[in-house]
């Protein structure tokens, strides 16, 4: 699975911004997939995650501000951030699990205070 986010951007804090992550194959065929990001100096943390099917896992710190969406029709996923804090800077990355385990290039999103 060939994944493409795109969508990041300087956005001041209290804003919002709307990733995309186009997948190269159907998403409905898709085990699981999910967001994540990495911050400079920290690890890669996960943001949503979740089955085909099944119920999102937002991470506590976007609960309540970030919500994911699909559109089949263009194999693509999307993550809405919303009220953006300075602390949700980091690159975004896309994920997939089918035959094997897949990562975007990741898209950047930087937050000002």
């Known amino acids: 699975v060939h994944l493409v986010e795109s969508g990041g951007g300087l956005v001041q804090a209290g804003g919002s911004l709307k990733l995309s992550c186009a997948s190269s194959?159907?998403?409905?065929?898709?085990?699981?997939m999910g967001w994540y990001r990495q911050a400079p100096g920290k690890e890669r943390e996960m943001v949503v995650a979740?089955?085909?099917?099944?119920?999102?896992n937002f991470a506590d710190y976007v609960k309540g501000r970030f919500t994911i969406s699909t559109d089949n029709a263009k194999d693509t996923l999307y993550l809405q951030m919303n009220s953006l804090k300075s602390e949700d800077t980091a690159m975004y990355y896309c994920?997939?699990?089918?035959?094997?385990?897949?990562w975007g290039q990741g898209t950047q999103v930087t937050v000002s205070s």
């Open positions: 994920a997939a699990w089918a035959d094997f385990e897949s």
């Open positions: 194959v159907s998403i409905s065929g898709i085990y699981a």
């Open positions: 979740f089955t085909n099917g099944g119920t999102p």
